[in-house]
């Protein structure tokens, strides 16, 4: 039975990888390991990715509803897919915990976010997945921080915890909230040290360092050198090198 990865965030270009946007990056870096961008499809008020990843059956979806009725999205691809509450994982954005710090649990209230109080609404219970992935503590108001983007000293940083988390999300449809838990809620980032002597190891081996953990999945390079805007394809969804998302009407203009 497919697994459903839900990764909340909201659309449109100016939320285009802000720190509230971290779970649609968890989802793009699962995609590109996969090589599955090109698939993308609109259905269920979300754009939807799903394919087979070695042992894996994996639906990949982004809520297009905006943030705080993430829920309506997630309850109708639930319902289309037949597919009971233990084989869902919400990835979110967590304020109170540090960049560089992930913490899974089995179920679990709200805890103050907007999409996952929506969800909860919806489905009318807490007993379902989720993934919080750390995105620093505010310094200024908290709608001002989760709307902002990672800055320049945060951005090496940044792409190890997508790694990470892209990795504890294989594990947990691999093995279980249990044992992806019990593993990614001690995870941390390396020292700079352990860094370097990783890619002095990679490069005497011919290896890749950021290679994932769960599955040897290894994370594409992002680098986008068109000078044009991307323009939507016939179903209506923008893909980048920084991933996908559907073009809203009258507000992706």
């Given at each position: 039975?497919v ?11 100016q ?11 968890v ?9 599955w ?23 990949l ?6 943030m705080?009725l993430s ?9 289309r897919?037949?597919?009971p509450?233990g084989?869902?994982l919400v990835v979110?954005?967590d304020f109170?915990?540090p960049?560089?710090?992930?913490r ?11 999409g ?16 919080r992935?750390g ?8 709608l ?10 945060e951005?090496?940083d ?9 990795d ?5 449809a691999?093995?279980?909230p249990?044992?992806?838990?019990n ?11 352990a860094?370097t ?7 005497a ?14 994370s ?5 050198t068109?000078?044009?805007?991307p323009?939507?394809?016939?179903d209506?969804i ?7 998302r559907?073009?809203?009407?009258g507000?992706?203009?």
């Amino acid at each position: 039975m497919v697994k459903i990865v839900v990764g909340l965030g909201n659309p449109g270009p100016q939320y285009e990888e802000t720190r509230h946007n971290v779970g649609w990056m968890v989802l793009d870096r699962i995609a590109e390991r996969a090589g599955w961008d090109g698939r993308v499809k609109s259905r269920d008020a979300a754009a939807v990715v799903r394919g087979r990843r070695g042992d894996l059956d994996l639906a990949l979806v982004k809520p297009m509803t905006f943030m705080n009725l993430s829920g309506l999205a997630v309850r109708k691809v639930l319902a289309r897919e037949h597919t009971p509450l233990g084989d869902l994982l919400v990835v979110v954005d967590d304020f109170a915990l540090p960049l560089g710090r992930l913490r899974l649990r089995e179920e679990g209230s709200a805890g103050g976010h907007n999409g996952l109080r929506s969800i909860i609404a919806e489905m009318g219970t807490q007993q379902f997945a989720r993934l919080r992935v750390g995105i620093g503590e505010p310094t200024r108001s908290a709608l001002d921080h989760v709307l902002s983007r990672f800055d320049g000293s945060e951005r090496a940083d940044l792409d190890r915890v997508l790694d990470a988390a892209a990795d504890a999300v294989e594990e947990w449809a691999l093995q279980g909230p249990t044992r992806a838990a019990n593993r990614w809620n001690t995870w941390r980032l390396p020292p700079p040290a352990a860094l370097t002597r990783d890619a002095d190891n990679a490069a005497a081996t011919g290896s890749d360092p950021r290679a994932g953990l769960a599955t040897g999945g290894t994370s594409a390079a992002r680098a986008d050198t068109s000078d044009e805007r991307p323009r939507p394809g016939s179903d209506g969804i923008i893909r980048t090198s920084h991933g996908w998302r559907k073009l809203l009407p009258g507000r992706d203009q």
